[in-house]
């Protein structure tokens, strides 16, 4: 994923990327992505941005860099 940002220019438009295990205590620092995967509204693996979740249930670059394109 971070390659296909950096080929599109777009790696100055994200401020950092980590992978969060969804059973980890660390997904609690996002309320609303927890409440949407713990009550089963949000497919996994999820990528989101802040708490607004950009793509779930498969990592889907175009739809990534076309919302970064956006911001």
């Not at 295990?21 to 309320?31: C, E, T, V, W």
């Amino acid at each position: 994923m971070k390659n296909a940002i950096k080929q599109e220019g777009l790696l100055d438009r994200v401020a950092s990327m980590k992978f969060i295990d969804i059973f980890s205590p660390a997904l609690s620092k996002y309320p609303e992505v927890f409440k949407q995967v713990s009550g089963g509204a949000a497919q996994v693996p999820i990528v989101a941005f802040g708490e607004e979740i950009i793509s779930e249930g498969n990592v889907d670059i175009t739809k990534i860099i076309e919302n970064l394109k956006t911001r």
